[in-house]
Nanobody, 120 residues
Framework: QVQLVESGGGLVQAGGSLRLSCAAS????????MYWYHQAPGKERELVAG???????NYADSVKGRFTISRDSAKNTVYLQMDKLQPEDTAVYYC??????????????WGQGTQVNVSS
């Protein structure tokens, strides 16, 4: 009964900022990696950023230096701070979490997606 609820998407002008949040709820034993993907119209879904359970972050080259991923373990929440947004960032953003409902197995769960539109 795991649910990932995303928020924070919207419309912003080029150069602006948005902060996405994704909160996991349910009977969760633990969460390993948490990730943000985006998918633009006609494009494949692409990994944007990921963060390990220990807080180690990695980024796609296209967002490196502009986006920051972080997590709050106490709240089972992952964030994506997006600065210096560009029209090319326009996409639906999805969070994914590798969630352990039992100690020996993790399963990937996806959020519903949140739309980010960057106007020029």
């Amino acid at each position: 009964q795991v649910q990932l609820v995303e928020s924070g998407g919207g419309l912003v002008q080029a150069g602006g900022s948005l902060r996405l949040s994704c909160a996991a709820s349910g009977s969760i034993f633990g969460i390993n990696g948490m990730y943000w993907y985006h998918q633009a119209p006609g494009k494949e879904r692409e990994l944007v950023a990921g963060i390990t359970s220990g807080g180690i972050a990695n980024y796609a080259d296209s967002v490196k230096g502009r986006f920051t991923i972080s997590r709050d373990s106490a709240k089972n929440t992952v964030y994506l701070q997006m600065d210096k947004l560009q029209p090319e960032d326009t996409a639906v953003y999805y969070c994914k979490a590798d969630i352990k409902l039992v100690p020996w197995r993790s399963t990937a769960y996806w959020g519903q997606g949140t739309q980010v539109n960057v106007s020029s």
